[in-house]
């Protein structure tokens, strides 16, 4: 006899569509909490192909689906589940469909998906070689297409996504390839007033950098908009002199001649100080920092902090320019 979560789990697919509205509404409800959560688990080869058929359906029906299935993904068994099933794949067939109504909540659920390295080699395709990198580079297109201004920021999430497969070298070496301008698109993103694009951002640039001893090159081929976002968020809130600008390119030089908006949030403060830790612990980075007057800008940006930990990166950075590379490497754990 079947108990009453399996039948709660059968009506998802009744082909009465107030029942399944019915049913969905109390899934997403239950999805709410640990407990419930836990309750449909033992449901979960059912119950989440059954969610996903509902991913196509009117909105009301759709938004309920894809919110329980954001909830849970956020448990790491039922997330592996899911990977396994491959969601990934689904969930990007579902994105780029045209009656799709929930873009925002699926690419909150590929956030938490791509947390798991499975779920980062199943958004990378790396076991396709024809098709390798194809779902990043449709993520990022609609990244840099969609704004924070718009109304709905759908794709807003897509930076924490980046941030994630940047954990892995296969992510990094994809946004790294020249020939695919990945990296560059996403860079220019950090102009937005989305405090999460912002973060999303510096997260895949720190990340990227831990490949600098065999990737400067590539780094440093997209030094025009590589340098403002790394610099620009710790250059202080002074207006600097004609002396010190003269020395910097000219995407530095014109911000820094005017007041201009703080970076206020410190983890993104820390995160492009280490980036730039990365890249000067290779002598042709050093050069090419040297090159903008960064050991300026650092200076001048430290005055400025305080805040503990990102004081603490200003320190970090200050010793290695100071003593060149003869310092211990920060962590190899990319950004979470």
């Known amino acids: 006899m079947a108990t009453e979560l399996e039948e709660l789990v059968s009506f998802l697919s009744s082909p009465s569509p107030q029942i399944t509205k019915a049913a969905v509404d109390i899934v997403r ?17 059912t119950l989440i192909p059954s969610l996903c058929r509902l991913l196509t359906a009117p909105k009301e029906v759709s938004e309920a689906a894809a919110e329980a299935l954001v909830n849970l993904s956020q448990n790491s068994n039922l997330a592996e589940e899911m990977v396994r099933m491959r969601i990934v794949e689904t969930t990007m067939d579902v994105l780029y469909k045209p009656e799709c109504r929930v873009t925002r909540l699926l690419v909150m659920l590929l956030v938490n998906l791509t947390q798991l ?8 395709q790396t076991d396709d070689e024809k098709v390798r990198g194809l779902y990043v580079m ?14 709905d920021d759908s794709f807003e999430h897509v930076g924490s996504i980046l941030v994630n497969i940047t954990k892995q070298r296969a992510g990094r070496e994809l946004l790294l390839d020249p020939k695919r301008s990945l990296l560059k698109q996403i860079i220019r993103q950090f102009d937005s007033n989305s405090s999460l694009r912002k973060k999303g951002v510096s ?3 720190r990340n990227c950098c831990f490949e600098a001893e065999n990737q ?19 250059a202080g809130n002074k207006i600097y002199s004609e002396e010190d600008r003269k020395k910097m390119p000219l995407e530095l030089g014109s911000v820094l001649s005017i007041e201009r908006e703080p970076v206020n949030d410190p983890e ?14 290779q002598e042709a980075g050093r050069r090419a920092f040297w090159s903008v007057n960064g050991p300026r800008i650092v200076q001048v940006g430290y005055e400025d902090e305080e805040d503990p930990k ?9 010793s290695l320019l100071v003593n060149g590379s003869g310092i211990e490497e920060p962590s190899t754990e990319t950004t979470q």
């Open 203 to 205: 997260g895949t640039i």
């Open 268 to 281: 993104i403060r820390t995160q492009v100080l280490e980036a730039i830790y990365l890249i000067l612990l």
């Open 138 to 151: 449709k993520l990022v297109r609609s990244f840099c297409r969609t704004t924070h201004e718009n109304n």
């Open 29 to 45: 409800g239950l999805t709410g909490s640990d407990e419930g959560i836990h309750s449909l688990s033992n449901q979960a080869n």
């Open 117 to 124: 390295d499975a779920g980062t080699d199943s958004l990378l």
């Open 216 to 234: 400067l090159q590539n780094l440093l081929l997209v030094s025009e908009f590589l340098w403002p976002a790394l610099l620009l968020p710790v």
């Open 310 to 318: 990102v004081m603490g990166a200003f320190e970090q950075l200050g």
